[in-house]
């Protein structure tokens, strides 16, 4: 089992950039998939990126990493725009596929324009 914490969210300009960091507990964080989704005031939560994958939203704004010495993902987002204001979760599953099990509480994300 792995515990999920997501930091680094605020307010933010239109244009500005914003790292998200999702830190671990547990040993074995390199044995799980990662993810980030979001979930914006009136939506369903949507994927954002993943491995190499990313959301034809954010893709060339967003970058995906992970640091497994350190237990931790991050989200570098840069030229955000209004439309990026959500609540952004990590997410976690063992194995490549199927649905994440795992979830922190998330953090809110605000680009004024």
């Known amino acids: 089992q792995v515990q999920l914490k997501e930091s680094g969210g605020g307010l933010v300009q239109a244009g500005g950039s914003m790292r998200l960091s999702c830190a671990a507990s547990g040993r074995t964080f390199s044995s799980y998939a990662m993810g980030w989704f979001r979930q914006a005031p009136g939506k369903e939560r949507e994927f954002v990126a993943a491995?190499?994958y990313y959301a034809d939203s954010v893709k060339g704004r967003f970058t995906i990493s992970r640091d497994n010495a350190k237990n931790t993902m991050y989200l570098q987002m840069n030229s955000l725009k209004p439309e990026d204001t959500a609540v952004y979760y990590c997410?976690?599953?063992?194995?490549?596929?199927?649905?994440?099990?795992?979830w922190g509480q998330g953090t809110q994300v605000t680009v004024s324009s």
């Open positions: 491995f190499t």
């Open positions: 997410a976690a599953r063992l194995g490549g596929v199927g649905p994440y099990e795992y």
